[in-house]
């Protein structure tokens, strides 16, 4: 894990949200553990967790589409309704939910709106711990504009495509390598190969498609960022983050998070920590559920190996080959 970049002397105070409430983002590519540290970092006193306001089917009505970058029109507004704990959210009813939880659903709404529930009205919340996936393309504006703490997580690309596979997902990668490509115009990850129709077909390699241009962008957006390249007055607090060196060592790495977070590491937050990383056995992620309560966190970097056959290992590979050394460059490795 790279070391916290936190605000010098001299750096602007971070954008306060409703009622003065800091907020904190955890982003990266979906299925990257941002789950388990949005979570991990809510532990803290005073902390709580927003999830996903720019989920397009479960975050606010004004998000019209999946991945907003910063030259999409209305990007501002949306991070003012964030930054407000805006309550104008979608249901959130997916269609593998049963009858019970679409009823609950409908009646509490999505957990989103939950959550947002939470960080508005209850007046012991002075830290918003915004997870959301959705914003990683977000990141430069978010840190730039807003000077919010930022933790960027990273999943292997084998790893974050056998999760696709299990969960069977896909999004409109071209749209999305459209738009980088218009932001970054000599970038190497939004170049369209000739296998780009057969790999975005299929959710384990639309998954690899997805990683490379995800943390492409992210690698050219915050290297030219005054502060990551040499001396700057303010530089950006980032920290990116190997979800398996965070379980190999949860504790340490929860140490420094929580100090780029300005959040006190308590003897309970500790507690629970630890509680969230246990070793619970070789439990299998369930095929139909997004965040299984039963999964062995321990198993969620290698699971992949018994998920993805010859074929595709090699063709995430390939597909991310150019994108990976530059992520590990910082974050170390991620196997």
């Known amino acids: 894990m790279t070391e916290p970049r936190g605000p010098s002397p001299s750096a602007p105070e971070p954008t306060r949200g409703r009622g003065g409430r800091r907020f ?38 004004s998000v019209p589409e999946y991945f907003l970058l910063p030259d999409d029109p209305g990007v501002d507004e949306r991070l003012a309704e964030v930054l407000g704990l805006h309550l104008r ?6 269609p593998t939910d049963g009858a019970l939880r679409r009823t609950v659903k409908r009646v509490t709404g999505s957990r989103t709106r939950t959550s947002a529930y939470r960080c508005r009205f209850d007046p012991r919340v002075r830290t918003v711990v915004w997870k959301d996936p959705f ?38 990668v071209d749209r999305v390598r459209r738009k980088v490509a218009a932001r970054f115009p000599d970038l190497d990850a939004a170049v369209r190969e000739d296998g780009w129709d057969a790999w975005a077909d299929s959710p384990t390699t639309n998954g690899a498609l997805l990683w490379r241009l995800l943390y492409g962008h992210l690698d050219a957006a915050l290297t030219g960022l005054p502060g990551l390249t040499g001396p700057a007055a303010a530089p950006p607090p980032v920290a990116w983050v190997s979800t398996a060196g965070l379980i190999a060592d949860p504790m340490a790495a929860y140490r420094r998070l929580y100090a780029l977070a300005g959040l006190e590491l308590t003897a309970d937050a500790r507690a629970a920590i630890e509680q969230d990383y246990r070793d619970e056995g070789t439990s299998e992620p369930s095929a139909t559920r997004t965040h299984d309560p039963h999964r062995n966190v321990q198993q969620s970097t290698d699971y992949w190996t018994r998920t993805l056959d010859p074929a595709e290992v090699e063709a995430v590979r390939q597909i991310t080959a150019a994108v990976r050394p530059r992520v590990e460059a910082r974050t170390g490795p991620l196997d």
């Open 24 to 61: 904190v983002l955890v982003t990266g590519m979906p299925r990257s553990g941002t789950t388990g540290i949005g979570s991990a970092l809510a532990h803290a006193p005073g902390a709580a967790y927003l999830y996903e306001p720019l989920n397009a089917e479960s975050g606010l009505r």
């Open 135 to 172: 914003a990683a393309f977000l990141v430069d504006r978010v840190v730039a504009r807003h000077a919010m703490p930022t933790v960027v997580t990273v999943r292997s690309p084998e790893a974050t495509a056998a999760s696709f596979k299990r969960l069977g997902w896909s999004f409109d």
């Open 89 to 94: 959210v979608r249901d959130g009813v997916w």
